[in-house]
């Protein structure tokens, strides 16, 4: 109550984000996400595109540089698990609303 005898005013809640709780649990930053998939994406471009590059220089008899064959070797592998983490972490979300 105020001095005037009318009550207090309350606070709305924003409608767009519901109050963190068991049933709401709090949203992570959705453009962190996006850049974490852009770059697993990237990432998994560039090893497809090391790996094209590999079979045509191998097809064509020339002499590769041997990182020319890690990269795909890792970058494939470390761009399916990002990959993942990002389907799942969208899968979570998604039952969680």
């Given amino acids: 109550m105020t001095n005037t005898g009318r009550p207090a005013p309350t606070r709305v809640q924003d409608s ?47 002499d590769t540089w041997s990182g020319l064959v890690w990269i795909p070797m890792v970058g494939l592998p470390v761009a399916f698990v990002m990959l993942g983490s990002s389907v799942l972490r969208a899968i979570v979300r998604r039952r969680s609303v």
Avoid: E, I
């Fill in 16 to 62: 767009a984000q519901p109050p963190a709780g068991p049933r709401n649990p709090p949203r992570g930053n959705p453009r962190g996400w996006a850049v974490f998939a852009a770059a697993a994406t990237v990432l998994a471009v560039v090893s497809v595109g090391s790996l094209a590059a590999l079979l045509l220089l191998k097809l064509a008899g020339a």
